[in-house]
């Protein structure tokens, strides 16, 4: 009865499975007649033969042949997570904690049917020789047999200055792969990348120099000469004046940002749930931040089907920990659909089943000698390979036709441990006996280097060809050659690694890191120097470990270098290098520095409070800033350190505290602004200086001089900084930061901040519409600014403002989304977290009109992480209550009040924790009374209307402020037809405003006008209230705005019934009214439309 299996083994034996043991206890009980099976006696004469050589590696991949060993539960979640990047988007999978299908609602379903792919990553996490590349391409097997294609590329331990690393070698192995399959194959390619608008005559300059082997496959031109990706915009028509996108695309200096969209519109191209793509990237731990970014960008984008992202990591190192802090926080809080796995070493049983499976080894054999090769070997696949080489190496084994007989267990043991708890140091020892002394010299600099191999480097350290020395060592199994990939390695990591830590005493490795670092610094010339300068210091800072170690002059020519790296790391973007770079280089000079390297620790501590600023970690920011106002000699050397602080205290929502230093320090600069300014005072000062401005000409103002007073350029700076903080506590004041930042420019002189300056005066003369000609023509000067000076790290805010505030009063506001997105992506790589998040969010209020909720609920989803990780709040708290609108209409609020604003996102302890007049609690008041016009809840609509028009107060915005006004007009004229008054004040003095905008840009506010005075005429019981709903419902429904149209049906079908008692055509619009809420996605109004046409 212990019996629980037989099954046919290699087709030549019976196998019984007894259950009572420790791992299978494998006996031959019958034994086939006839010559050895041919795979079988194959299989073991290359195990054979690799372990007699003394082969470790050859071994390895002789006996990996078969399987991997309790990788099966692995194996199966890997490959779930393929099929699911398998199947397309109209078809995805309900959630498994969904309800079923058949007892749930229509309108639910639909909306699960149109959820967006989600990306698929596979994490492989374990220690060294624990098979995570293995496991990782025991997938390939599958995707090629599926029609797709399995790509990898690694990482590697040694900073270079080249980026994507990994990802250049998976795409050239890509394209290696495809150009030996058949000649269709490549023409297929390139026939894909014209549909996606990817070509070498467009893109090539982009991809190329990061990815020289895509030349083999790039087609030269695309079919759509517009070259519009699948992810892209609709085009959008050039602005007279040249558009800012067209100033991105041209600007060398935005190719980094570049790279990214049409690595996507690459990847979109040529993979599809019908051709997948499985992408391994390898040791992700040794990636560099701009490697890491890109691999996030890719992970979150929802439109890119049929790819599958692994990833392999070792159980981090410290050093590395901060290096994948923000990658990791970032997919968590993103929600992205991960298939964790963990390499652990092998039990016991699980050595056994390898013994037997791989040898066919009796089951005595087995249960003797599994527990002293899991012992000797720690359960490590490598090492378990290992210590079967050794034995094989002392004819402990011997082979015989199809399997191996061992001699007795007393013999292997003794032998294995005479080896000590090393193999593989007793296997290496062999192979570097057969060295030369200088050879085994130059063996132990490589493993200082890491894993990869780099001939042009190692050069450096010998006096014979570099290629001699890696074909010697080659010889004797240590390096290989991957002719695949044109590169050099160690065997494997094992082999670096003990090489590195057995071979090199610990006392001795500081000596030889500095060696190679002082080797490589003197050896270099300028230029590679400033190529190489991540590989110097690593190795210089390995071995300069405390305050004694170097000499002083020599500490101080290292923290130079460590500035010129923290610089150098600014401008690539890679903010977490920087700060470990700039901190050592603070830590190598000491807290008594001040007094003899002055210059050097300003610059060092100022620029480490910017970077910690960047990256939101505000307590370094601080110690910084303090250690500058400690130690500064003079006020012009604090200003830096000041601008810092008051930014740092107005990004982590201290705005309070940042609003007193801002005022302060604008004192100290001549800067001084109404201690407590009338409405009247602000009216008079605002019409007289926009009088001014009015008589300049952009040309004028263009030829004006550089600004060169240091104090002007300084006060710039900190105004700059303040008019966000003070938005958030003093909003009066606001008008006068945008008047003197003017002022100081007509008066002093251009600099980069000027652009901001006349974006904020176009955003101020636009935002209420109070002039839309000057809003333009500042707007444009504002661009023109900052083409003239390309200061990308204003980028975000001047794009912010116009697109925001000008834009709309020329084009429609979808044509901003292409702009405001890689505008985005230039704010968060030049460090200006604050307005390249709102660059990401500014959009997904107009989209809301247009854009089914789920995708929008994505959208902001990504968007709350990426303010997370970056620990940015001075957006965050307005967001919130737009995401829990969206939410709430999916049917994801408050489930007993489903038109009440409230949810897990945006919680009544949120909203009482905010300041009265926070932002966030105006939008809040807007986004409820939207819920309960849509939701027929009139008299509450009108009630938070009251509030809600601190928005158009407030200037934020014509789009904003448009709907904003819409909705509180609507929400009293269909109070008032509720009630059956005749007066509706409010809507009527909103609709002539509407109407007045509408006259300037019809495209963005005729809809809105139309509807709205549809209901008034309504109101009226008019003759004309029919054809004016229809007119509206016609122009909404050419932009296809979902909530307008389905409000607008709703209001025509009630107005239908109620007053004309045509209840036959009233269904009708009921029933499109539901429609587009179904197309909309929005569950919960759906929910409440039904129950509202039942009433028929």
Known sequence: DSLVCISLFHRRELVIMDDDRSYAHRRRLVQTPGAPHASTSSHLAALWQALASNDTIGAIRAGQSQKLYGREDDQ????????????????????????????????????????????????????????????????????????????????????????????????????????????????????????????????????????????????????????????????????????????????????????????????????????????????????DEASLDLLAFLLVDSQIEGILFIITMQNVLKENVKRLINFSEFVVFSKISITDVKTLALSEREVGDLLATEFHMDGDDVLALAPIVHQHSGGNPFHI?????????????????????????????????????????????????????????????????????????????????????????????????????????????????????????????????????????????????????????????????DDKAG???????????????????????????????????????????????????????????????????????????????????????TLRARTVKIHALGTSADYEEATKEALSLLEQLGVVFPKNPSKLRLMFDWWRFSRKLSHRSVESIMRLPVMSDPKNVAAMQVLNITFVVLAFTRDELSPWVVIEMCRITLEHGLSPVASIAFA????????????????????????????????????????????????????????????????????????????????????AWTKLSFTPLHEIDRELTLLEARMKVHRQSTFDNVIRPLHQFAQSLMGLGVAEDIAYLRGEIYTDDLESSLPKEHPARCWAKVYQVVMCCLFGRYNEAVQYSKLAIEVIKRDFGPISVSETM???????????????????????????????????????????????????????????????????????????YFPLVALGSERLALYLRDYKGDHGTARLFFSASTGKLLEMGSSGQSAASFKRTATF
């Open 76 to 287: 199966r979640r890997m490959l779930e997570a393929y099929h699911r990047v398998k199947m397309p988007s109209s078809t995805a999978k309900p959630s498994v904690t969904s309800t079923t299908t058949t007892t749930m609602p229509s309108f639910q379903r639909q909306q699960q049917q149109q959820e967006p792919p989600k990306a698929e990553l596979i994490s492989i996490l374990g220690d060294t020789g624990t098979g995570k590349t293995t496991l990782a391409q025991s997938l390939k097997k599958h995707v090629e047999n599926d029609g797709g294609t399995f790509i990898w590329g690694r990482f590697g331990q040694m900073p270079r200055p080249d980026l994507y690393t990994a990802f250049r070698e998976a795409m050239t192995d890509f394209v290696n792969q495809q150009q030996l399959r058949q000649k269709e194959s490549v023409e297929n390619i390139q026939q894909s990348l014209r549909r996606g608008g990817v070509s070498r005559e467009k893109d090539g300059h982009i991809l190329l120099p990061v990815i020289p082997a895509l030349e083999h496959i790039l087609p030269e031109n695309t079919d759509n000469d517009s070259g519009n990706g699948p992810d892209s915009a609709p085009q959008q028509p050039e602005e007279e004046d040249g558009s800012m996108l067209s100033y991105l695309r041209s600007d060398p200096s935005t190719a980094a940002i570049r790279f990214k969209y049409v690595f996507r519109s690459f990847l979109q191209s040529i993979c599809s749930p019908q051709q997948p793509l499985v992408l391994l990237l390898d040791e992700l731990n040794w990636a």
């Open 385 to 545: 390979w290992r210590v079967l080489s050794l034995c094989a190496e002392q004819r402990l084994v011997r082979f015989h036709v199809d399997h191996f007989e061992w001699t007795s267990d007393e013999e292997v043991a003794k032998a294995l441990r005479q080896t000590g708890n090393n193999p593989m140091m007793q296997y290496l020892s062999s192979r570097v006996a057969k060295l030369s002394d200088e050879t085994r010299e130059h063996v132990r600099i490589a493993s200082c280097l890491g894993c990869r191999l780099y001939p042009e480097i190692l050069q450096f350290f010998m006096s014979r060809p570099v290629d001699e020395f890696l074909a010697e060592v080659a010889e004797c199994g240590i390096f290989e050659y991957s002719a695949e990939r044109d590169a050099w390695s160690f065997a494997h990591d094992i082999v670096q690694e003990t090489i590195y830590k057995e071979m090199i005493h610990p006392d001795d490795r500081i000596g030889y890191h500095y060696r190679i670092g002082r080797k490589l610094w003197r050896s270099f010339d300028k230029e590679q120097l400033g190529d190489f300068l991540l590989l110097v210091l690593s190795q210089l800072l390995i071995a300069i470990t």
């Open 551 to 637: 000499e002083e002059e020599e500490r101080v020519a290292i923290a130079l270098l460590c500035l010129s790296s923290g610089v150098k790391g600014v401008s690539n973007s890679t903010f977490r290098t920087s700060a470990f770079y700039l901190q050592k280089g603070i830590e190598l000079l000491g807290s008594d520095a001040w007094q003899s390297e002055y210059d050097l620790c300003l610059e060092l501590h100022n620029a480490a409070a910017e970077v910690y600023t960047s990256l939101g970690a505000y307590e370094q920011t601080h110690h910084h800033v303090d250690e500058v106002l400690t130690h500064a000699h003079s006020f012009h050397d």
């Open 760 to 843: 904020l005066f176009g955003y101020s003369m636009g935002g209420l519409g109070r002039n839309p000609e000057e809003a333009l023509r500042f707007g444009q000067l504002a661009l023109a600014l900052y083409r003239k000076f390309g200061a990308r790290s204003y980028m975000a805010r001047v794009c912010a403002l116009y697109y925001d505030g000008v834009h709309c009063w020329k084009r429609s506001p979808s044509e901003m989304f292409t702009t405001l997105t890689q505008a985005s992506q230039v704010g968060m790589e030049t460090g200006d977290t604050e307005f390249g998040l709102l660059c990401a969010g500014l959009p």
């Open 966 to 1040: 819409f909705f509180c007009g609507f929400a009293d004229v269909a109070y008032a037809r509720e009630r059956r008054k005749k007066k509706a004040h409010v809507a009527r003095r909103y609709c002539h405003r509407l109407f007045q905008w509408s006259q300037r840009a019809p495209d963005n506010f005729s809809g809105m006008y139309l509807l709205l005075d549809a209901e008034l005429t309504a109101l009226a019981n008019q003759q004309a209230t029919y054809l004016k709903y229809k007119n509206a419902l016609a122009v909404l429904n050419q932009g296809n």
